[in-house]
């Protein structure tokens, strides 16, 4: 299953958004068999809010191990790499504390 990010747009800015696509992650990875792939083509930015909102609380809902289970991510910039993994790593410290 892969779920086209570049679809809600080329620069993915609010929490809003953030939180629609978190549930849309959340439905792929309880209703597919496979491992849902998150595909960034085409997008050129992602802000720290949106990443807070959709991985980082992905984090919370399912934790660190699950999350790396059932998704990978493809055609990540570095750019949009450093601040998935910074929303993700903040979340997992809020975990462990």
Same mark, same amino acid.
């Given at each position: 299953?892969? %779920?086209k990010f570049d679809e809600w747009g080329k620069s993915l800015g609010t929490r809003k958004l953030g939180r629609i696509l978190r549930k849309e992650v959340g439905n792929l990875i309880e209703n597919s068999n496979e491992?849902?792939? %998150?595909?960034?083509?085409?997008?050129? @930015?992602?802000?720290? #809010?949106?990443? *807070?909102?959709c991985f980082g609380k992905l984090v919370?809902?399912?934790?660190?191990? *699950?999350? &790396?289970? &059932? @998704? @990978?991510?493809?055609?990540? #910039? &570095?750019?949009? *790499?450093?601040?998935? &993994?910074?929303?993700?790593?903040?979340?997992? %410290?809020e975990v462990e504390h």
């Open positions: 299953m892969i %779920l491992k849902v792939i %998150l595909d960034f083509r085409g997008v050129k @930015t992602v802000s720290n #809010s949106f990443a *807070d909102e919370l809902d399912y934790g660190i191990d *699950d999350l &790396k289970e &059932k @998704t @990978t991510f493809k055609n990540v #910039s &570095k750019e949009i *790499d450093f601040n998935l &993994k910074k929303a993700i790593h903040n979340r997992i %410290l």
